[in-house]
């Protein structure tokens, strides 16, 4: 049976598909981009799972997921970390092709990165590029968590200048389990690093890292959207209280 703070966040994703989403897309088509670990697996000789069975685990996320993704025009599923699903994202291919995800050039229904423009681009209406991937270096100190969001994205515009390309407006990763976006003003609207919330309680594996072990857990997800003008990003953040102090 779940506990009080599984139904918490069970809660929290109602609120986000319910009543959120709904209304930040203003009714207007979106697409949905999942950005990894869509099964826990069996991550660090855990035991907290609801079953080690991973067809059982692969099941439940579909049921959860499905609903969601038949409400999108376009579905597209990115590929996370080995120790949740499996060497090269093997049972994160599998449930991202029964869930009909849109497939990459090579036909891999999970893709290690997607490079998605946001709406059509004009010259009075620019339409964000985003660059979206699981992985995202990790710090124990609060004081730099945005270093590696913004080395991130200094990055991508070295990488993309180097090769003349057209570097992203958004470097989107996910991994951390915590929200934060590096901002940075642009000529085109706005240039961030953006690392997005989980849908994870803590682990015992948790209790073990630096930062993480006195934080809480953070659940929520992000909207990229085209304005009239000018594009920018949303965030949809819970957080659990700490626990009660003992008199």
Not at 3 to 8: F, G, H, I
Not at 13 to 42: S, Y
Not at 238 to 244: D, G, H, I, V
Request: aromatic share 10%; with cysteine.
């Amino acid at each position: 049976m779940p506990s009080k703070m599984q139904l918490k966040v069970w809660a929290w994703w109602r609120e986000f598909w319910d009543e959120w989403v709904p209304k930040v897309t203003r009714g207007e088509p979106w697409d949905l981009v999942f950005n990894g670990d869509a099964t826990d697996g069996v991550h660090h000789n855990s035991t907290t799972q609801i079953s080690h069975n991973i067809e059982d685990q692969t099941n439940l996320a579909a049921k959860i997921l499905s609903p969601i993704v038949a409400k999108a025009v376009n579905y597209y599923h990115i590929r996370g970390t080995e120790a949740h699903v499996g060497q090269s994202g093997v049972e994160e291919e599998r449930l991202a092709k029964r869930l009909g995800a849109i497939p990459n050039d090579e036909g891999q229904y999970a893709r290690w990165e997607l490079w998605k423009r946001v709406g059509r681009e004009t010259k009075k209406n620019p339409a964000p590029l985003c660059h979206i991937l699981h992985h995202i270096g990790t710090t124990g100190r609060a004081a730099y968590e945005t270093s590696a969001v913004q080395a991130e994205l200094i990055a991508e515009f070295t990488e993309a200048g180097q090769n003349r390309e057209v570097p992203p407006d958004y470097a989107i990763r996910s991994h951390r389990h915590r929200y934060i976006k590096a901002l940075n003003p642009a000529i085109r609207s706005e240039a961030a690093g953006i690392v997005t919330a989980g849908w994870q309680l803590k682990t015992p594996f948790v209790w073990k890292i630096p930062g993480g072990r006195v934080s809480q857990p953070q659940v929520g997800g992000i909207l990229v959207r085209q304005g009239d003008e000018e594009f920018y990003t949303r965030h949809f953040v819970r957080k659990l209280t700490r626990a009660m102090v003992e008199e």
